[in-house]
Structure formats: structure tokens, C-alpha cells
């Protein structure tokens, strides 16, 4: 069904583009093309038509656009686990960035958060942290403590410093994140329940069990609130909260979550 749903769009959007031929080679016209592929999970066309964009873009100098579209590009190819065709498109961005744009522009921000993925991908934690940094200075400059974009870098380092077993400075990441989430959007939004959920991640590996469950706890709750209590997606909470009352060798509370996990 989704993938008959994508079709149509798609087919909507190409019979929409073939009305007026004039969009057909546009810069905004590839652009709004590569963007109806990539939504509708169709990465390879969206790439075709980001790379058409891209050099309309770079014929009438629009280098914000031309920054964005080669940081589209490298999201894709990262997510392919394309890391170097990846980062050679960020790093044109990162480049239009340094030379075009104001250096704290938030398009640079996204070339430097975007790099530090790949090098976390790469298991490059140090080069993955000292980008994701760049990106979060800038986005403290240009939009304040608070806001869902600066959640979003504190958890990407609080992940990184996690997978590098770096347990403290996760914790410390995660916490800010938790923070400004809550107070942007609440305790039963997904991203807060993410923020509880890899906090009771990065307790559990320091061995710091009773925090962890409760954080496992806190995540539970409000995922119960957000989605009922019967919901499918409350089984990975349950099992969370099931394998620390294992390692604290309480089997009857392990059994107890486990069962409810469905597992």
C-alpha cells in the first residue's frame, strides 16, 4: 500500500512538471523534484535531481541553495552507507560555508553535524565529536539555549560519546538534551522519551542500575500516556527495564517485564 501511495505521488508530481515545461530545468523545479523522491524514500531519484539542481544553483551563484542541496546529497549517501561519496558533498557545502555564506550560518551547521554522522558511522568518535561541536556553537549563536535544534546536537554527542564507551559525557549530553525537550515540548513527546531512554542506556553501562530504571521507568510512563497501554511499541521499553533487573540479579522482576514485553 505505501509503496503503491508513493508511486502516485510521484507520478502526480512528474505529470505536474510536464504541463510546464519551463519548470522541467529550473533550479527550484529539480529541487522540488529531488524533494518529492526523498520523501517519498526514493534516494536515488532524489539524487539524480539534487545533482541537477545543484548545477542550475551553481550557474546563478545561489550558494545557500548550492550548500543545502550538496548537504541534502551527503545525508542520503550517509544513510546508503556511501561514507565517502558522503563526505566529499558535505565538505563542498562546508566549503561554499567558509568561503560564500557567514561562517555561523545554521546551512554550515548542517554541514558540520552532517560529518560528524559520517564519522561516527566510520567509528571516527574524536572527528565525529569536534564537528558536532562546530555544529552546536553555531547553533547556539544563532538560535538560543532552547530550542529543538540544540536538543537534537546534545543528543548526537551524548550517541557518540556513548558508542566510544565514553559513559560520563554521554550522560552529561543526554542530560541537556532532556532538559531543553521538556521544556519545548513536554515529558510525553517522542524526543523527550528518547532523552529518558538514553539516559537509562548510559546508566546501565556505568553499572548505575537503579538510575537507569529510572529512566527506563520515566520513558515507560510517558510512553504509556502517549500511546496507551496496550500499544506495540511499549514492548522495547518493557524489555529495556527487564535486562537491568537481570543484571541486578532480580530474576522475578526480569521474568515480570519480560513477559509483558511480549519476548
Do not use: D, M, P, R
Given at each position: 500500500m505505501k509503496l503503491i501511495k508513493n508511486a502516485a505521488a510521484t507520478l502526480f508530481v512528474l505529470i505536474a512538471f510536464a504541463n510546464f515545461p519551463e519548470a522541467q530545468t529550473s533550479a527550484e523545479g529539480y529541487l522540488q523534484l529531488a524533494e518529492n523522491f526523498r520523501k517519498n524514500t526514493q534516494p536515488d531519484s532524489a539524487l539524480v535531481y539534487y545533482e541537477k539542481a545543484s548545477v542550475e544553483f551553481q550557474k546563478r551563484s545561489d550558494f545557500e541553495n548550492l550548500a543545502n542541496t550538496y548537504n541534502q546529497m551527503g545525508i542520503i549517501l550517509t544513510r546508503q552507507d556511501k561514507y565517502e561519496p558522503a563526505k566529499k558533498y558535505l565538505e563542498k557545502a562546508l566549503q561554499i560555508g567558509h568561503t560564500s555564506l557567514d561562517t555561523?550560518?545554521?546551512?554550515?551547521?548542517?554541514?558540520y553535524l552532517s560529518l560528524g554522522v559520517v564519522y561516527a558511522a566510520e567509528e571516527k568518535y574524536d572527528k565525529s565529536i569536534k564537528f558536532h561541536n562546530q555544529a552546536l556553537a553555531i547553533r547556539l549563536l544563532k538560535l538560543g539555549e532552547y530550542h529543538a535544534d540544540i536538543a537534537t546536537s546534545y543528543g548526537n554527542i551524548g550517541n557518540v560519546y556513548f558508542n566510544s564507551k565514553n559513559y560520563d559525557k554521554a550522560i552529561e549530553a543526554h542530560t541537556k538534551a532532556m532538559i531543553i525537550r521538556e521544556?519545548?515540548?513536554?515529558?510525553?513527546?517522542?524526543?523527550?522519551?528518547?532523552?529518558?531512554?538514553?539516559?537509562?542506556n548510559s546508566y546501565r553501562e556505568k553499572k548505575d542500575y537503579k538510575i537507569a530504571l529510572e529512566y527506563f521507568d520515566k520513558a515507560l510512563q510517558n510512553k504509556i500516556l502517549q500511546r496507551g497501554s496496550g500499544h506495540s511499541e511499549l514492548a522495547r521499553f518493557y524489555k529495556n527495564i527487564s535486562e537491568v533487573y537481570y543484571l541486578m540479579d532480580d530474576k522475578i522482576q526480569g521474568d515480570f517485564y519480560k513477559v509483558r514485553s511480549g519476548n
Open positions: 555561523n550560518h545554521l546551512t554550515t551547521a548542517v554541514s521544556k519545548i515540548f513536554g515529558e510525553k513527546s517522542v524526543e523527550t522519551i528518547q532523552s529518558y531512554t538514553n539516559l537509562g
